[in-house]
């Protein structure tokens, strides 16, 4: 790898990242949710204030939001969906095997 980067890949990457083993960081549950609300800013609010929130959508369709969740336990997907009873209406996917994520193909 070259030390500079040149003008065309400062248009095509926007930053270098490490990759986290959630596994060891205690959160290697990961679940989707699609939320259903009329309570937008509040439920944005909330997302970024939830630490086990790591990715959150704007969608179309029946529901408003999806949410990607990284957890201990499926007890805390239940707890993160019964704070946010209140804003709206849930549906839960639990990812029971992670094929792969992050992929882009040029």
């Known amino acids: 790898m070259k030390g500079q980067i ?3 890949d400062k248009k095509i990457i ?3 990242h490490a990759a986290l083993n959630m596994h060891n960081l ?17 439920f944005i609010d909330f997302c970024k ?17 999806l949410v990607k ?5 499926a ?3 239940a707890e993160f969906q019964d704070a946010i009873a209140k804003l709206g209406h849930t549906k839960s996917l639990i990812c029971l095997k ?8 040029l």
Not at 30 to 42: G, I, N, Q, R, Y
Not at 98 to 105: A, D, L, W
Request: glycine share 6%.
């Open 14 to 16: 926007s930053g270098y």
């Open 49 to 65: 204030e939830t630490e086990a929130v790591t990715d959150l959508f704007r969608i179309s369709g029946e529901f408003n939001y």
């Open 75 to 77: 007890e805390e997907i």
């Open 6 to 8: 040149d003008e065309t």
């Open 26 to 42: 205690n959160r290697g549950t990961t679940s989707f949710m699609l939320v259903k609300t009329e309570h937008c800013l509040a």
């Open 98 to 105: 992670n094929i792969f994520e992050n992929r882009v193909v």
């Open 69 to 73: 969740i990284q957890t201990a336990t």
